[in-house]
Structure formats: structure tokens, C-alpha cells
């Protein structure tokens, strides 16, 4: 069964989903960077223990949940998403019902900018009840936002690692590179980005 719908909102300000009965969790979203820069979605789902059903063991008392997230594009294009199964097992029944006692799982997901219907369910492995909640939200192309610095500071890093201020170095402007242009070395790169004069190798 859902829980609330609420309406679309950038992945920055999305707040906390949340099941509407037992088992009942929440799932925060936060932007995330992923393998090789890629920017994707961090979902953190938190189920307290006291909200789970219990069977006895030898060992103690076993429970579990079966948690599915997906982020589904509005284009119909490529869904994006998992799920997965954690269970475990507690020593004493009072681990069971203590307030302070809650099963974490995060997960994180590559995506493209778009927006998505987000979706989060969970199922309790022993009673197999479920709950789930869902939204809109955006994930926008921070590839096109323009990039703005204040009180940036210039230096240069000694033999030792420390950072050493040096005000007289000044930030150029990147000029387009013309067919056949070279750079010499990434340190004369550097160098001409800051307008630091360096020796000619010969």
C-alpha cells in the first residue's frame, strides 16, 4: 500500500519519506557523487526495531526486511533502483522493542538529471506486511549551473605540503585552445591558468 504523495520537489529539499503503517520507516534522499564524478541519488532507509515482527530462535530473536527503492523517469526512459533483503539477529527481546534500536541501510544510485517518481517500500520478512511511500523530485544538471567563488585564496604548496599564501598570483581567464596548441608539462598548465612565470626547459 503507498503512503503519502506530496508533489515534485528538487532532490536537495526533498524531505523525509515516510510508511503510513507498519512496518513503519523513513527514507532520506540526498544528492550523491558516484564512480568517477557521476552524480547520482543516496538513499538512507531507517527501520526501528520495535516496528519489525520477531520469531524466537536458539540464538535469540531473528527479524528482517525486504526493502525496494526505485526512481522511476516521467520520460518513461531507463528506471533506475534496487532492493534488496537484511536480516538479523539480537541476543535478548528487549533489543527488540528498544526505542533507541533501528535497522539503517543505505544505498546509492547513478542518475541522470531528470525528474523521476521516487518510490520506497518495505516488507517485513516474518509477517509480510508492507509499507511504502512516494514522490516527485528532481535531480538537476549541475553541469549547466554556473560555478561562482568568494574570498578564494591563492598559494602554492611547498616540499613539506604546507599551503603558503602568496597574493601576486591571479587567475586567468581559459582561452580556447587552437589545433596544434600544446602544454608542456600539467605544471606549465597549472602555471598559465595562475600567471606564474616558470623557466623555459629549453
Known sequence: ?????????????????RGDHQPYFSAE??????????PGLSVTVSIPYRDLQWLRIPRGYAG???IQVSFEPHDR????????????????FGLTVSPNAVLVEKRSFPV???????RVAVRDLNSG?????????????????PLGFTD???GLVDSTGVFLPTPTLRLRGRAPRRSGDAVRSPLRAVAAELSVPLPDPG
Open 1 to 17: 500500500m503507498a503512503g503519502g504523495d506530496a508533489g515534485p520537489a528538487r532532490a536537495a529539499d526533498l524531505p523525509t519519506l
Open 29 to 38: 534522499v540526498t544528492i550523491a557523487t558516484v564512480a568517477e564524478g557521476q
Open 64 to 66: 528482517g526486511a525486504e
Open 77 to 92: 526512459g531507463r528506471e533506475y533502483g534496487d532492493f534488496w533483503e537484511r536480516r538479523i539477529v539480537v541476543p535478548s
Open 112 to 118: 541522470i538529471p531528470e525528474r523521476y517518481a521516487m
Open 129 to 145: 506486511s508492507q509499507s511504502s511511500a512516494q514522490q516527485s523530485l528532481t535531480v538537476p544538471d549541475y553541469s549547466k549551473i
Open 152 to 154: 578564494l585564496e591563492l
